[in-house]
Structures are given as structure tokens and as C-alpha cells.
């Protein structure tokens, strides 16, 4: 079936710390991984997407993420943690670019002084 | 991306009545879906819109209980049908235009009392 894991439910940062989110993904072909932002009481924004060709992929926002096919794998980091980067991040796969997404459980990222 | 203007923004409904979400895109898009967030909980896909069409509903939702419009490549709406207080979420709408990745409104935060 397919699926996506967030190990992490919650993480707390310093702020200016490296930063690093977990996501594992079961899908027959080869997937289309997204990572998304919600801010409390907003909607979704995209951060970032793979859907081929180099494995490392930047972002907005500072934002970056590494697919790892062996690992099924699509982890999000930041090497410096800002405090407007406190919110729920969600990591997501598709069959395609155009079509339905399944998403992971999030992660709820705080970020300390 | 393209812009998702989505409203109403929040509500709060007696148990036993309905509500319809309005989603309105500023350009054409090629598919339309619809999402609940429950509390604390991922997103998870109610129904894809069809244009000119009935939906395509997921697993566990009917067209009974969410009822779909989508009268042009523009616009959509999605009814939630005699609610209960098990219908208290988030629900939001997304688009994708051809080969595109994902954007979403803002939601709509349901309470029902």
C-alpha cells in the first residue's frame, strides 16, 4: 500500500541550529515527493518537489531536501533555523505532478531562543 | 502557481445542518480535490471534482455526505451534508494545473456543535 511515514511528531529547535526532518515513503513506481508548510491557520505552501534528476533539491525558504532511493527517502533540512520557521510540516507523494496526493502525519517544529 | 481564494474561512455550525465551501482559482486548472484535516491528524483525500462530472470519491466518504460540484475548470464547491460533531475539521481545496505540482486554499476550519 501506499503510504508516507513522519517518524518525528514533534521537534524542537534552537534557532540558528541545523535542521532535519524524516520522511519514508512505500509507492510502487517512482514517486513524486513534496514537501508542504502550514502556518497555524494557513493553508499549505509548497516548499519544495522532486520528481527527477539530481537527488538534492532546493527549496524556498532556505530549505532543501535529498532523495534516497535505497532508503525510500525524502528528508527535509535547514542548516540555520529561523523562529518564523515554527509550523507543520507535512511530506507528501503522488503518482505524478498533476494527481492526488498522499500525505505523512506531519511534523510540528518549534523553535526555541 | 495559481491562487485558490477559499471561503468561508471558519465556521461554526449547529449538528444537523449543512455547509458548502466555495473554491475559486484565478486561472484554469486541470484537476480539483478536495481534503479533510482532522484535529492533530494528516490530510486525507475526500474526493476528486470532475468537471461536467460527478466526482470521484475515496474510500469511507459518499456523495450523499460530501457532495461535489464543479460547473467549470475554475470553480468548485463541496457540501458537508447533516453534520455532526465528527465533521469538526479542517477542509481544503486543491488544484493542479497540467504537469504542475499541488496548491492549496487556505481551508475552512468547521466547528459543529
Known amino acids: 500500500a501506499q503510504s508516507v511515514t513522519q517518524p518525528d511528531i514533534h521537534i524542537t529547535v534552537s534557532e540558528g541550529a541545523s535542521l532535519e526532518l524524516r520522511c519514508n515513503y512505500s509507492?510502487?513506481?517512482?514517486?513524486?515527493l513534496f514537501w508542504y508548510v502550514q502556518s497555524p491557520g494557513q493553508g499549505l505552501q509548497l516548499l519544495l518537489k522532486y520528481f527527477s534528476g539530481d537527488t538534492l533539491v532546493q527549496g524556498i525558504k532556505g530549505f532543501e531536501a535529498e532523495f534516497k532511493r535505497s532508503q525510500s527517502s525524502f528528508n527535509l533540512r535547514k542548516p540555520s533555523v529561523h523562529w518564523s520557521d515554527a509550523a507543520e510540516y507535512f511530506c507528501?507523494?503522488?503518482?505524478?505532478?498533476?494527481?492526488?496526493?498522499?500525505f505523512g502525519k506531519g511534523t510540528t517544529l518549534s523553535v526555541s531562543s | 502557481s495559481a491562487v485558490i481564494s477559499q471561503k468561508p474561512s471558519r465556521d461554526i455550525c449547529q449538528r444537523g445542518t449543512s455547509l458548502t465551501i466555495q473554491c475559486q482559482v484565478d486561472?484554469?486548472?486541470?484537476?480539483m480535490f478536495w481534503y479533510r484535516q482532522q484535529p492533530g491528524q494528516s490530510l486525507t483525500l475526500i474526493a476528486t471534482a470532475n468537471q461536467g462530472s460527478e466526482a470521484t470519491y475515496e474510500s469511507g466518504f459518499v456523495i450523499d455526505k460530501f457532495p461535489i460540484s464543479r460547473p467549470n475548470l475554475t470553480f468548485s464547491t463541496l457540501t458537508v451534508s447533516n453534520m455532526s460533531p465528527e465533521d469538526s475539521s479542517i477542509y481544503l481545496c486543491?488544484?493542479?494545473?497540467?504537469?504542475?505540482?499541488?496548491?492549496f486554499g487556505q481551508g475552512t476550519r468547521l466547528t459543529v456543535v
Open positions: 509507492y510502487g513506481a517512482t514517486p513524486y
Open positions: 486543491s488544484g493542479t494545473g497540467a504537469g504542475t505540482e499541488a496548491f
Open positions: 507528501a507523494v503522488g503518482a505524478q505532478a498533476g494527481t492526488a496526493l498522499i
Open positions: 486561472s484554469q486548472v486541470t484537476m
